[in-house]
């Protein structure tokens, strides 16, 4: 039951040191029933266990030291758009005190990341210029680029 036409999707994500009682109370004071909110989705995701573990060879995961995830999206009308955005920024400023900068990429929005400053805080600063190393051996052209893009060194 596709739309008939398109929607706007507004979409953000944070990565957490931690989720202690007064973070899960400040989020729902932005989306619990009595905040007026308009987001359709806000999830609360668990990241601990193995993934968090350290890997026996490394590897070009980041954020494992982040232990929750917050996601959160709306979706409708397209003048729904700046409601939403208004929203997600109020809610990405809630748990500002237990965020960290470094995160799974799979976790990464497609506004996300979207400089390249924000890649390398995303990935550290290590990671990204490994990875910037490697296209510019590898892809110099950056022909792989639609994604979260890095750049080659």
């Known amino acids: 039951m596709d739309a008939p036409r398109p929607a706007p999707w507004v979409e953000r994500s944070a990565a957490l040191r931690d989720f202690p009682g007064e973070a899960a109370d400040a989020l729902l004071g932005e989306i619990g029933p009595d905040s007026g909110t308009r987001l359709g989705f ?60 470094e995160m799974n990429a799979n976790l990464l929005t497609a506004a996300q990341g979207a400089t390249p400053d924000e890649l390398r805080a995303a990935y550290g600063r290590e990671r990204h210029d490994r990875f910037a190393a490697i296209k510019k051996r590898y892809d110099p052209r950056n022909l792989f680029r639609v994604n979260h893009d890095i750049v080659p060194a």
Do not use: C, H, K, Y
């Not at 982040?66 to 409708?76: F, L, M, P």
């Open 42 to 101: 806000v999830e609360v995701r668990l990241l601990d266990g193995a993934p968090a573990r350290p890997p026996a060879v490394p590897n070009a995961v980041s954020g494992r030291n982040a232990r929750w995830a917050v996601i959160a999206s709306g979706a409708g009308a397209p003048d729904q758009a700046p409601a939403f955005r208004e929203q997600l920024d109020a809610l990405a400023g809630t748990p500002a005190p237990w965020t960290q900068d």
